[in-house]
């Protein structure tokens, strides 16, 4: 099992984390390829399983205009790390990620899952020039992997916006009836 995210901190780390180290409790061969930002934890390797390899990809997760390079250098450790092993599963959190690991040629007994955490074409920071380059890429690759939204409105976007079909629903929030409940004494 290998996931990949250029921003591995926030709900995407959260995510990643729970995921990762469930598999490599199980047994299951379990990579974190990750970029890092200013959110991501010095100390994120504590946050892991000691059976989760993590492997950094040195300038991936920067926002500027020589994004280019750290993508390539993203795209040559998946090939890497893809061939480590006969087959498995190839987890996608977060656009950037899932364009850099969608564009990769389809491996036979490779699956390939791709979770947006929530799609960049849509973040009114992103220039609109960029916000249109992604929301291009995202339906070229749309294909190319099984889309697990995290949510029933990130679900209908790519279902209505990027015409796909090959989608399913992972929740990962909570229900806000739920926060208003007492907790429990103990």
């Known amino acids: ?51 989760v390899r993590l492997v950094e990809v040195g300038g991936w997760g920067r926002r500027s205009p020589g994004g280019v390079l750290p ?55 992103i220039p609109a020039a960029g916000r249109v380059a992604v929301r291009s890429l995202e339906r070229r690759l749309g294909r190319r992997a099984l889309t697990v939204a995290c949510s029933a409105t990130e679900a209908e976007v790519a279902r209505e916006v990027l015409h796909l079909s090959e989608v399913e629903v992972v929740r990962n929030g909570i229900r806000l009836e739920a926060s208003n409940a007492e907790p429990d004494a103990d």
Not at 5 to 12: I, M
Not at 85 to 98: D, K, M, N, Q, W
């Open 71 to 125: 993508s390539a250098r993203a795209a040559a450790a998946l090939r890497s790390e893809t061939a480590r092993y006969p087959r498995g599963v190839l987890h996608l959190h977060s656009t950037f990620a899932g364009i850099v690991g969608r564009a990769l040629p389809r491996r036979r007994d490779w699956r390939k899952l791709y979770t947006p955490h929530g799609y960049a074409f849509l973040n009114p920071s």
């Open 1 to 51: 099992m290998i996931h990949a995210c250029e921003a591995l901190g926030g709900g995407v780390l959260g995510v990643v984390q729970a995921l990762a180290n469930a598999t490599a409790r199980r047994g299951i061969p379990t990579v974190v390829l990750h970029g890092r930002r200013l959110e991501t934890p010095a100390d994120a390797a504590t946050l892991f399983d000691a059976e």
